[in-house]
């Protein structure tokens, strides 16, 4: 088997594609699915943590809109990526490996804090290491987040395991004409203004020089893939 090209990776995971077939929540047997990917993407040696996102729970856009402030309903998305990460972290450990999540906020109960030391830590005791609670801040993303913490625990790139198997000329699921690129520039993703990720995660990208690579985690493997060198998507680097 092909050694992976990467050392430590940040794998920004779709809060949306958890949602299976319901539509909205956690669906088991999907979280199942991914849990069992990030496995034997560890398994290469690897390491990894993992951000998620919490479209299948709550974006604060959305709920701001219906009658919550953006602050509030930023910080009720921020805890929908809480409640994924422990729902994937007690999968995972169900499946025999160990993980830990920590969270952007104080909540002693629940989670440990983050701290590049304590991600170094358990990345090292091969944990996979889950990071909820976004940024900590309102206004960001988690795909900003992801990026962010790729940055602070000096890992080797980015992976967004999203819907899409890449970033396209223009949303695929609109406009049936758009065209998958296989490469950008940081640059390129910015002034195309592709709504894949957020200008500000890639702007952060750009600056910190950590290429993103997007992809369907729709395709069984295709994280282990990506982490070989290959698979199908789009990379995004200087
Ligand atoms: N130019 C584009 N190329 C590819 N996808 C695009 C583009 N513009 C918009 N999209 C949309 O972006 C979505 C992926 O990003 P989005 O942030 O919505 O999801 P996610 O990160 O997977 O979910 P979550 O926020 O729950 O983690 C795709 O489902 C796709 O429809
Ligand atoms: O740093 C952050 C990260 C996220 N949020 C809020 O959480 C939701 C869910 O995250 P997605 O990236 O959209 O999946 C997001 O819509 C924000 O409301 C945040 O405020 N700060």
């Given at each position: 088997m092909t050694d992976p090209v990467y050392r430590r990776v940040v794998i920004k995971l779709s809060g949306e594609y958890l949602a299976g077939q319901q539509g909205f929540g956690i669906?088991?047997?999907t979280l199942d699915r991914v849990a069992?990917?990030?496995?034997?993407?560890?398994?290469?040696?690897?390491?990894?943590?993992?951000?998620i996102g919490g479209g299948n729970i709550v974006r604060g856009v959305e709920v701001s809109s219906q009658g919550v402030s953006r602050t509030t309903g930023d910080t009720?998305?921020?805890?929908?990526?809480?409640?994924?990460?422990?729902?994937?972290?007690?999968?995972?450990?169900?499946?025999?490996t160990p993980a830990r999540t920590l969270s952007a906020f104080v909540m002693p109960e629940i989670s440990e804090l983050f701290t590049r030391t304590a991600a170094h830590k358990y990345l090292a005791e091969g944990r996979i290491v889950l990071l909820g609670g976004g940024t900590g801040n309102p206004f960001f993303t988690t795909d900003t987040t992801a990026v962010l913490r790729a940055a602070e625990i000096g890992a080797e790139a980015v992976l967004k395991a999203t819907n899409v198997?890449?970033?396209?000329?223009?949303?695929p699921k609109k406009d049936p004409t758009a065209t998958r690129f296989d490469r950008?520039?940081?640059?390129?993703?910015?002034?195309?203004?592709?709504k894949v990720m957020?200008?500000?995660?890639?702007?952060l990208a750009r600056e910190t020089l950590l290429p993103i690579i997007v992809f369907s985690i729709a395709e069984p493997?295709?994280?282990?893939?990506?982490?070989?060198?290959?698979?199908?998507?789009t990379v995004v680097a200087g």
């Open positions: 669906d088991q047997p069992d990917d990030l496995i034997a993407a560890r398994q290469l040696g690897t390491e990894v943590a993992v951000v009720m998305g921020m805890l929908a990526t809480m409640m994924n990460c422990l729902a994937l972290e007690a999968t995972i450990e169900r499946k025999g198997d890449g970033v396209y000329s223009a949303d950008l520039t940081h640059s390129q993703a910015i002034e195309g203004g592709y957020d200008a500000t995660a890639f702007a493997g295709s994280i282990g893939a990506v982490l070989r060198g290959g698979g199908h998507g």
